[in-house]
């Protein structure tokens, strides 16, 4: 039997919205006891002085995409799950969007089994809702659910055909799978770089309006109202998409939603010298915006924050603004990002890790995200304060594109553990 | 009196004080070129690069004209019928141009911003000859120096800005240039192609030619962008004309001494009728094309005089 002991740590408690200095005690892979308060060490057991830093459930993040099978040269398994033990990431729930698409048991039982061969962290995968992210037919739901797909998302493709969405919800609901979708408006959004607003105008980018987001949320509502189902927005980023979600949530339907990480600490202004590395999907919006999204996370109306981890080479980003990819890296800095939330007053560490732990677990099924006994022992042991500048050749990641590059952070990782076993 | 950077990328780059110098220079040019001897050395020895990954012929031959004029070596690169097209990226092209030591590049490009990631790159001094919808430096220089010229002042004149400006970089580096030599910038077009968004840039906006014309000192017209637009921006050219075109009896809400202008190749009949582009009294749209080769002489010689002392440091 393997023992552990943490003592002389702070403990997140995200259910009960508290922290307090206190002991946990890790028996085979599971939180054995958790108090406040000091504790003797069991015999035989290691001890891990925490020296009074932050002992939190270790980040399960929804949404990360792992560029394998397909585009090794940018994230394989091994770098990710490097990636996410570096950053407190104990949980990664990877995207369906690889080349092939995870549209078949087959290629699903092969990411598992990759998956399980070469990263450090429990990866769990999501299947496509629709074959090959097209939205013309419904994959396989129910083979893939029961190969291990813990739910179904085209990724950040719409499917814009609004008959072929409620057929795959209905069948979703009838087997109990949760869809995570993408709110957009397609044909409003097509083409667009940006926000629409001063900055864009300046520019000269191709606009959207944050309206697409609103649209699509209203849209993916209905379908919900119509079918029943069970529904997770990948990430909202405008203010006037929260209404009617909290409108939603009221009425009863069963949806949840997310929000990125940059999206909570990043907004439009930062595009304004075209670094690709800001170029996201949904594009950075207002600082009303980000405030917005900030707030409803902390009500807990937005239910979870993820990184959206998306790779991208020096290729798709050393582009012109408007033909260069969208997204960034996170799985290392979602974590010290975060912290600004903490530092600006804004988030307490519950709530950080309400929505970067528990939220996502359970909204998955999963029994992690919480540090309570007879949950697995993934942790995460960080100093909240703890000053760096990121640089980002150190990131663990194969692409190194983060938004972050040379931005002062706070909060580096001491150590993570996933089932009592230290990765990091 | 040189310019603080480098390159000139941008107006948004640009304090007043440095556009009034490219304006002066520029008005000796144009005196110059006006003469029998139209040759001076400032860009003697030097060699400049025209790289247009964008079709044209005005800009393009009014920098070879104004290269040549100062003595440089001129080279075209027609870049879209080129490497672009063999998949070469844009700083690999950087890096094939490095290699040919340019001493000033001059660059127009499909993409908003480009010309920046470009000028990060390379070690000679860039001119933006226009990148997407962003930034057409020496074209708003080239119209305020004929504006210059026609009212003996930019400080408190009323310019309309008229037609597709949300695809315009001219109309963002006038924007920007007026609004620095403290002018009053009004836009006249439908929403679609004038969006509010613009009344942040400290413009006003009005969708009523009428409206927009009154009092003005200044009639600036631009050109449907057609191949910028992906459709359905205006409902039919003659719809359009009918609405925002510039005619004389449009033209009669403006103040009587207005100048018209148009940066061209203009749609005649669509936002524009010939009467009013060819009248003498009122067009000087000729003279903007006069000028811009000036303008661009002054300015290649500003960041010549930059590049020389770079280098004797």
Not at chain 1, 333 to 343: K, Q, V
Not at chain 2, 82 to 98: P, Q
Not at chain 2, 209 to 229: I, P, S, T
Not at chain 2, 288 to 306: K, T
Request: aromatic letters at 4%.
């Amino acid at each position: 039997m393997t023992c552990t002991l943490f003592t002389n740590v702070t403990l997140i408690d995200p259910e009960a919205l508290t922290e307090g200095a206190g002991h946990l005690l890790v028996k085979d892979g599971v939180i054995a006891d958790v108090a406040l308060g000091p504790m003797a060490a069991p015999e035989g057991a290691e001890v891990v002085d925490g020296g009074g830093k932050v002992l939190a459930p270790g980040i399960v993040d929804l949404g990360v995409k792992i560029c394998e099978p397909g585009e090794r040269h940018k994230e394989s398994f091994k770098s990710a799950g490097a990636a996410a033990a570096a950053g407190g990431v104990t949980t990664i729930i990877m995207r369906p969007d690889t080349l092939p698409a995870i549209d078949s048991p087959e290629t699903l039982e092969f990411v598992t089994r990759r998956a399980g061969e070469a990263a450090p962290v429990r990866i769990h995968a999501m299947a496509t809702l629709t074959k090959n992210r097209e939205g013309r037919e419904m994959a396989e739901l129910s083979f893939l659910k029961d190969a291990g797909a813990l739910a179904f998302s085209d990724g950040d493709h719409v499917v814009a055909d609004t008959k072929v969405l409620a057929r795959a919800l209905s069948y979703a609901r009838e087997i109990d799978a949760l869809v995570v979708g993408h709110p957009q408006e397609p044909t409003l959004s097509k083409g667009a770089a940006a926000t629409s607003g001063k900055l864009a105008t300046l520019m000269g980018l191709p606009a959207v309006s944050p309206m697409a987001e609103r649209m699509g949320v209203d849209r993916d509502i209905a379908m919900v109202e119509m079918t029943g189902a069970r529904y997770h927005f990948d990430q909202l980023s405008a203010a006037r998409a929260l209404p009617p979600l909290e409108r939603a949530k009221g009425n009863g339907f069963d949806i949840t939603a997310g929000v990125s990480i940059h999206h909570l600490t990043l907004n439009v202004n930062d595009l304004s010298d075209y670094r690709t590395f800001f170029k996201l999907k949904p594009p950075l919006r207002d600082e009303e915006d980000r405030l917005a999204m900030v707030e409803a996370v902390g009500s807990g109306l937005i239910d979870v924050i993820s990184s959206m981890h998306t790779p991208q080479d020096e290729e798709s980003k050393r582009l012109p603004f408007e033909e260069a990819a969208s997204g960034a890296v996170a799985l290392e800095t979602l974590l010290p990002a975060a912290m600004r939330l903490l530092h600006a007053g804004q988030l307490s560490l519950p709530q950080l890790f309400r929505a970067m732990a528990l939220n996502p677990a359970r909204r998955l099924g999963l029994p992690s995200g919480r540090l309570a006994k007879g949950a697995p022992a993934d942790l995460v042991l960080f100093d909240p304060h703890a000053p760096f500048m990121l640089d980002r050749s150190t990131l663990r990641s194969k692409s190194k594109n983060t938004p972050f590059d040379g931005a002062r952070m706070e909060g580096r990782v001491l150590g993570t553990w996933v089932a009592g076993v230290r990765v990091a | 009196m040189t310019l603080r950077a480098r390159h000139l990328l941008g107006i948004a780059s640009l304090a007043p004080d440095e556009i009034t110098a490219i304006l002066d220079l520029a008005e000796h040019y144009a005196e110059m070129n006006r003469s029998g001897e139209k040759h001076a050395d400032a860009l003697r020895g030097l060699t400049q690069v025209n790289m247009f990954f964008e079709n044209s012929t005005r800009t393009q031959a009014s920098f070879e004209l104004a290269g040549k004029r100062l003595g440089a070596d001129v080279m075209n690169m027609a870049m879209q019928a080129s490497s672009i097209k063999k998949g070469e990226t844009l700083l690999d092209t950087a890096l094939t141009l490095n290699a040919m030591h340019p001493d000033l590049l001059v660059v127009r490009h499909p993409h908003s911003g480009a010309v920046d990631l470009l000028a990060q790159k390379v070690n000679c001094a860039v001119l933006n000859a226009g990148d997407g919808r962003h930034e057409h430096p020496t074209q708003a220089l080239l119209d305020a120096l004929t504006i210059r010229r026609h009212k003996g002042r930019l400080h408190r004149l009323t310019v309309a800005i008229c037609g597709d400006v949300a695809h315009s970089r001219v109309a963002r580096s006038n924007i920007m240039l007026l609004n620095r030599m403290e002018a009053r910038v009004r836009l006249v077009g439908p929403p679609t192609l004038v969006p509010s968004a613009f009344r942040e840039l400290g413009c006003e906006v009005t969708h009523d030619m009428a409206e927009g014309l009154k009092g003005a000192d200044v009639v600036m017209m631009l050109r449907l962008q057609r191949e910028r637009m992906d459709g359905g921006f205006i409902p039919s050219e003659r719809e359009y004309f009918h609405r925002y075109g510039l005619d004389a009896d449009k033209l009669r809400h403006a103040a009587p001494d207005a100048i018209v202008m148009h940066p061209g190749p203009m749609n005649r009949g669509v936002e524009i009728d010939s009467a009013t582009a060819d009248d003498p009294t009122r067009s000087v749209i000729t003279e903007q094309v006069e000028m811009g080769v000036a303008v661009r002489m002054a300015a290649m010689d500003l960041l010549a005089q930059n590049l020389k002392a770079e280098r004797a440091a």
